[in-house]
T-cell receptor
Framework: AQKVTQAQTEISVVEKEDVTLDCVYE???????LFWYKQPPSGELVFLIR??????QNEISGRYSWNFQKSTSSFNFTITASQVVDSAVYFC??????????FGPGTRLSVLP | GAGVSQSPSNKVTEKGKDVELRCDPI?????LYWYRQSLGQGLEFLIY????????KSGLPSDRFSAERTGGSVSTLTIQRTQQEDSAVYLC??????????????FGSGTQLSVL
C-alpha cells in the first residue's frame, strides 16, 4: 500500500528563520516518484520539485532544498531564510508506476513578519 | 488554454440536487485526475483517467459520484443527490505523460461546492 505521512500539521516561524517540513512515505515498489507541491492562500497547487527513486542526490533551488533518504523513506523540504510569501500549505506526494498520486495531509506553514 | 480550467468556480446547491463539475485539461495531456479537498484537509483522490484505459475509480466515495472524460479531453464529475458532506473544493489536475508516471500534475483552481 502507498502512504504519505506529514507529521507536522502546522508550523509557525518568524521571517528569516529556517524551517524543515517532514515527509515520510511507504511503498513496496522500487520505482516511484516523489513530489512537493505548494498551495498558497489563493488555492491553486503549484509544483515545486520531483525526485525519482533512483536519484538520491539532494537538490537546492534558491532558498529551497530537499533531502531524499531512501534508507528512512523520507523526502524532507527545507526553506532557508523564510519569507512571508512562503506561507502556504505544503503537500508531499508519491507516484508509483502505473498508479495515481497519493498525497500527504499537508503541512500549513505560517511565516510571521 | 494555457492551464487547467475548471467550471464553475463556485457552486451552491440544495441537498438532494445533482451537480456537474467540469474540467478542461491542458491540451495534449493524457492523464486527468479528480481530487476532493475538504476545508483545511488534504487531497482525497477520487478518479484517474489515463488515455484510453479504463479509469481508476477506486477513490469515488459512493455510487452517487461518477465521472466521464469525452474524447480524451474534457471531463465532467457528476454528483447525484448531493449531501452536505459533499461540500468541498473539487480539484482537477492533468499530466502530459502517456504512462501517467512521474510527470508533474498541473492543477486547476478548483470548484468550491457548497451543499445547503
Amino acid at each position: 500500500a502507498q502512504k504519505v505521512t506529514q507529521a507536522q500539521t502546522e508550523i509557525s516561524v518568524v521571517e528569516k528563520e529556517d524551517v524543515t517540513l517532514d515527509c515520510v512515505y511507504e511503498t513496496r515498489d522500487t520505482t516511484y516518484y516523489l513530489f512537493w507541491y505548494k498551495q498558497p492562500p489563493s488555492g491553486e497547487l503549484v509544483f515545486l520539485i520531483r525526485r525519482n527513486s533512483f536519484d538520491e542526490q539532494n537538490e537546492i533551488s534558491g532558498r529551497y532544498s530537499w533531502n531524499f533518504q531512501k534508507s528512512t523513506s523520507s523526502f524532507n523540504f527545507t526553506i532557508t531564510a523564510s519569507q512571508v510569501v512562503d506561507s502556504a500549505v505544503y503537500f508531499c506526494a508519491l507516484n508509483n508506476y502505473g498508479q495515481n498520486f497519493v498525497f500527504g495531509p499537508g503541512t500549513r506553514l505560517s511565516v510571521l513578519p | 488554454g494555457a492551464g487547467v480550467s475548471q467550471s464553475p468556480s463556485n457552486k451552491v446547491t440544495e441537498k438532494g440536487k445533482d451537480v456537474e463539475l467540469r474540467c478542461d485539461p491542458i491540451s495534449g495531456h493524457t492523464a486527468l485526475y479528480w481530487y476532493r479537498q475538504s476545508l483545511g484537509q488534504g487531497l482525497e483522490f477520487l478518479i484517474y483517467f489515463q488515455g484510453n484505459s479504463a479509469p481508476d475509480k477506486s477513490g469515488l466515495p459512493s455510487d452517487r459520484f461518477s465521472a466521464e472524460r469525452t474524447g480524451g479531453s474534457v471531463s465532467t464529475l457528476t454528483i447525484q443527490r448531493t449531501q452536505q458532506e459533499d461540500s468541498a473544493v473539487y480539484l482537477c489536475a492533468s499530466s502530459p505523460a502517456m504512462g501517467g508516471f512521474g510527470e508533474k500534475l498541473f492543477f486547476g483552481s478548483g470548484t468550491q461546492l457548497s451543499v445547503l
